[in-house]
């Protein structure tokens, strides 16, 4: 059974920065892409970015786009988010995930990914 675990969320003033992590069990996190979502009160889970098995690959939401930067280290089974300038509609709970399915990229959907952290609180004040 794959466990996720994010870390690194906090409150944060409007056009600072945050580094999310996610430690993965497994040796096998390095097949996977992975993913990372957020969700606030009251809304869906939103995509924000994702990054191929291999590191060589990301992509993001329209939202995020050049704020915000997903990497990954396989030798130490983490994944993580650099969130710069971030804004107050950034405030959410922040979940990493594994991809349903090895060696993919661009993966997108919610529904893709069967494995899924606790999450982590970011809140971004003005």
């Known amino acids: 059974q794959v466990q996720l675990v994010e870390s690194g969320g906090g409150l944060v003033q409007a056009g600072g920065s945050l580094r999310l992590s996610c430690a993965a069990s497994?040796?096998?996190?390095?097949?996977?892409?992975m993913g990372w979502f957020r969700q606030a009160p009251g809304k869906e889970r939103e995509f924000v970015g994702t990054i191929n098995w291999s590191g060589s690959r990301t992509y993001y939401a329209d939202s995020v786009k050049g704020r915000f930067t997903i990497s990954r280290d396989n030798a130490k089974n983490t994944v993580y988010l650099q969130m710069n300038s971030l804004k107050p509609e950034d405030t959410a709970v922040y979940y990493c995930a594994r991809d349903r399915e090895p060696w993919r990229t661009v993966v997108t959907g919610p529904a893709e990914y069967n494995y899924w952290g606790q999450g982590t609180q970011v809140t971004v004040s003005s």
């Open positions: 497994g040796r096998i996190f390095n097949t996977y892409a």
